[in-house]
């Protein structure tokens, strides 16, 4: 642990092979994006009120997929530079980030659903 919190760590831009129980834990949360991925699409394609969060989770999803899916091949194959520990750390900033400013959107909701049940509300008086 005390070698986790050094700026060698994570600028060095030859580092060691990824620990085995940090291997599994890549390979776990590549296999929960994935899955993530797959429920997603199915969701985006029903006609709903949440359709346009799906589509923003299925992109998230897919695109953190393949981003770490690259990130663990440069750490197997020990690419010199793509294989630096500050790659793992910038993913998960954005990663992050990301989702942040997903979930920010998922405020607006209650908003749109007040106003499509007004439309309806109204919509039912006009022939």
């Known amino acids: 642990m005390k070698n986790l ?9 030859r580092p060691e092979a990824l620990l085995p129980y940090a291997h599994k834990a890549l390979i776990g949360l590549l296999i929960v994006l994935a899955v993530l991925t797959i429920v997603t699409a199915f969701l985006k394609t029903k006609n709903s009120l949440y359709r346009g969060l799906c589509k923003r989770l299925y992109s998230f999803f897919l695109t953190n997929t393949l981003l770490g899916l690259l990130l663990f091949f440069f750490n197997y194959e020990a ?46 008086y006009i022939p």
Do not use: C
């Open 79 to 124: 690419v010199p530079f793509f294989s630096a520990r500050f790659w793992i750390g910038l993913w998960f900033l954005l990663m992050i980030i990301w989702l942040f400013f997903i979930l920010k959107s998922l405020r607006a909701i209650p908003a749109q659903k007040k106003q499509l049940e007004k439309e309806k509300e109204l919509k039912k």
């Open 5 to 13: 919190l050094t700026l060698n760590y994570w600028f060095n831009l």
